[in-house]
Each structure stands twice: as C-alpha cells, then as structure tokens.
C-alpha cells in the first residue's frame, strides 16, 4: 500500500466551494487543501461556456504547481462546461460535481423524476441531464435555471428569508406540479437554501447535494489508487482567492461551517509571475 | 468655434452603462460612440475597491485606442471608487456618475435628505455622502446598499415582478421611514426598477437617475471645450464586450430601447494584442 502525502485543490468561482471543503475534511481529514476561489470574476453561472473553460484552464495552470493528487472542481458550472473539454488536457485525475451528483440522482430516482437546479450555464450544457441518462437512460429529467439562489446566498439570507421563500417558489412551483422523486441541488450554493426548498417541494423528495456525492467520489479515486494520506495525519488548508480576502473570510463561515483566517490573495494576471508558496507537505511523496 | 468628429467612449462593467449610452444618444445624437461592457467580469459592486481600480485602469488603455475626445464611466461602482484614482492618470477628460448624480440630488433636495441607493462597494466608498456635501455641507444622506437589484434586472424582471417588489419594500422600508426628498439611484441597473422603487417611496420623493445627469455633465464639457461633433452628422455605436455577445444583444433592448446586432468579444487577455478595429470617425479630426 502507498501513501500519497500531496495535497487536493480544490476549484471554485467563489467561496460556493466550501461546500466541498467541509465535506472532504470530514470524509477525510487527514488530507491537506488547496483551495483557490475566483472572486474577481465571480458568478460563472451567467457566463459563456468559452469563458468559464479559459478560467478554468488559467487556475488548473496555477493549481499544478501544489503538485496536487487531484485537482476537485467544485464549481458545478465549470464542472458542467469545461471539465469534459480539459480533464484530458492535464496530467492529473479531475474529479467534477456532475458526474457524482447525476449517478447519487440515478440510484436514488428508482426510475421516477429528477429535477436538476442549477445556474443558467449549466442547465444550457445539458451535462446533468446527459451523464443521468448515462446511468439510465429511462430516468426522466427535468431541469430548472434558479440564477436569484448565488445573489441570495451571498447576500447572507437563509431558508426562512422572505425573499427566498418566495423566489423558491416560484422557481421551483411547475417542477413541484410534476412530482419530482429526487431534486439535485446543482450548484454549491444550493445546499445553503436546502431547507427552503425541501419545505417547497414537501416530503418524499430526495434532495441531492453534489458537495457530498463529490467527496465521496474523490475518496473512492484516492482510495482506489493508493493515493490517501496516512491516517492521523492532520489535514491543513490553505486558500487562495482572486479578490476580496476579508469578504472571503466573512462569508466562509456559512460555507465551512468555521472561519477562515489565513487566505492569500493571488489574481489571475500574477498566475504568470508569482510563485505560490511552497506547503510543506507538497515536498514529500512517500511510497511505503 | 472647432468640431471634432472623435468618438466618446463609454465603459461599463456590463450592459448596464447602456442606459447611459441611451441618454448619450438622445442628447448627443451626432456623437459616435464607442462602448465597452466587461461582462466577463461582472459584477463589480460586490468585488474590492483594488481589482476595481486594476479592472478599470485595463480597460482605459484598451479604449484610449480609439482615441476618445472623453471616457464616459457609465458603471457607479467604478465611478466612485476608481475614478478618483484614475482621473489624473490619463491624458483624458474622465467622466464618471458620481459627480453629476451628487449634483443633480444636492440641488433637489433643497436642504432635505438625500438617499443614495447603490452596490456595497459604492456605499463602502462613501463617494456620493463626499460629492453631495461637497456641493452643501448641510445635506443628510442616508446610504442603503441594495445588493439583488442588479440580479434581479439581469434576470429580465420588472417593476411589477413580486420578488422585485419585495426586495424593494425590504431594502427600502428604513430609508421611506426617514421620509428622503430625493433618492439616487446609484446603479446603472437601478432605473429598470424606478417605477417599483418610485411607488414604495411615494409621491414628492425626487429619483435621481444618474445617466440622465452624467450625460448632460458631457454634453457641457464638450460644449465648453468646443468638442462637439458636427450638427446634422449622425452618431454611430460601436459595441465591444469581454464575453457573451448573445445575452449582450438579448439583454441591450431592456437598457438602449433597441437590440444591439453588431457587438465584437474582446478579453482583457487580448487587449495587450489585439489592435481594435479602426472606426472611420476616429481618423478625422477637424477644427473649423
């Protein structure tokens, strides 16, 4: 057996990727983080598949030199419109959102409706919808762009809020009318307004958060190649943001669950020219 | 008296400024105009005043290609928190919202509150507060960040939509209290929604509508600098933005009145070597 002591990145837009972060330490804790989120040029949601592949390959570019096991796009936009197109493109096992969460959705469907939440640009790639009929192509789909749940979120309201009682609402009325048996919660902000939507759609639908089906999958692919860190190894994380240090730390709570407190801003024209920080544990690579 | 055929340039942080390319045009309707939108990175309210300032000082360089007789800074969070900056470094004369928008309410309010409605990162700024009592130390103004309006119109709602009523009767609920004799709404989005906010606040509440007061702020300073195009010559509006064109067009009816057909995607990775088309106005210059 190997042990892999190299770090995980982790991607995201923005802070949404907490989501991810929180449920990858607590599935496996003794693995260290690098996270970098792209505050200056936050949502993604409402912006061209072109872009979003640029940024993505931009911080792929940056995220290479942790020398990571795998790169973690937590950012399900970028996750539905540029992981197929660069997951290939780098040496490095990239594990995105959809394809956990469409697969999480598929076995809890039992063949009844899915409904996929999501930005605007995920919902136009289809990529939820494609990689569910993947796992079975009989399983109905419906998909539903909510673009007020970002701004809602990072505007700091939450389930009983009555704006987002209202803009679930009226998002979610015609999805709910069809009776869905599983709704995918598309986006890393989704999960932060869960109880609002559960509520909406009433009992009995299955609610798919993509952070925890993700960090199950990253599990299952470290684990399956020899690559976990020892156990009772204390996994650090250290965070990277294009924008907005203090904004970054005052949100995280929400997001994580606990503050962060030491996060280094490093914007996308300095990618070329600063070399990020050496953590100690991207010198070692031990194989027992 | 001279004439000069050069173009204004008009930069805003997304389509927004097109409501401030509209009151150009009504106004100035022999000015060619060229306009910038950096929908790539959109939105700037909610980003820092440092990448603001970087966004803004970029996008200068790419405009003072075309050789403006004046930039026009259509977006108020970089009015107030870049321009301040900016202003002296360029060897152009800058326009920005801030100043006309803090005149126009000064002068309205006549001694009475002023609200100034606008991103947080315009409120942190506390530009407008500055600007209004510079022009009358003894006006109050109370400041209210509105954080979904820009979302909200993004998303193509209207006065009438039920969230955008709420989210105006929420944001504004203190503010109406203080019984204002002015409000500024200081968003280039903002105006979309006049008639749900006008309606909240109630009668004899003066709306500032900033594209209003900052063209006219232009129309005088080419005016006083004999800098005016030719009577009877007929504008043209050449339109560039860092991405998605298709939502540009789709999105530019609800801001200019009419669908832009011919808009160009320019990055500000390509800024450094792409050479913008030359437009035919930008190589005359004549002085009578």
Not at 70 to 97: K, M, Q, R, W, Y
């Amino acid at each position: 057996m190997s042990i892999d002591h190299r770090p995980i990145a982790v991607f995201d837009s923005g802070l949404g990727g907490l989501t991810v972060v929180r449920a990858l330490r607590e599935r496996l804790p003794s693995e260290s983080l690098i996270y970098f989120g792209d505050t200056a040029r936050v949502p993604y949601g409402s912006k061209s598949a072109e872009a979003v592949t640029r940024f993505t390959r931009e911080i792929f570019h940056f995220l290479l030199r942790f020398e990571p096991k795998s790169i973690v796009v937590a950012c399900n936009t970028a996750s539905a419109v540029a992981v197929p197109e660069l997951a290939d493109e780098f040496d490095v096992p990239v594990v995105g959102t959809v394809e956990p969460g469409a697969a999480a959705a598929a076995e809890a469907a039992d063949g009844g409706l899915v409904a996929i939440l999501a930005t605007e640009a995920t919902i136009a790639s289809n990529q939820y919808r494609n990689a569910i009929n993947r796992c079975n192509p009989r399983i109905p789909v419906v998909q539903k762009a909510c673009p007020l749940f970002v701004p809602l979120v990072e505007e700091g309201r939450e389930d009983r809020d009555p704006v987002v009682r209202l803009a679930v609402a009226e998002y979610l009325e015609a999805v709910r009318r069809l009776r869905p048996a599983v709704a995918v919660l598309g986006c890393t902000h989704y999960p932060i307004l869960r109880g609002a939507i559960a509520e909406y759609l009433g009992e009995g639908v299955v609610l798919i958060d993509t952070a925890d089906a993700t960090s199950a999958a990253v599990a299952d692919l470290l684990d399956r190649a020899g690559a976990l860190s020892p156990d009772g190894a204390r996994g650090r994380l250290f965070c990277y943001v294009s924008d907005n240090t203090q904004r970054f730390q005052s949100l995280s709570t929400r997001f994580l669950g606990r503050t962060i407190t030491d996060v280094v801003r490093i914007c996308p024209e300095e990618f070329a020219i600063l070399q990020p920080p050496e953590p100690a544990h991207a010198r070692l690579r031990v194989s027992v």
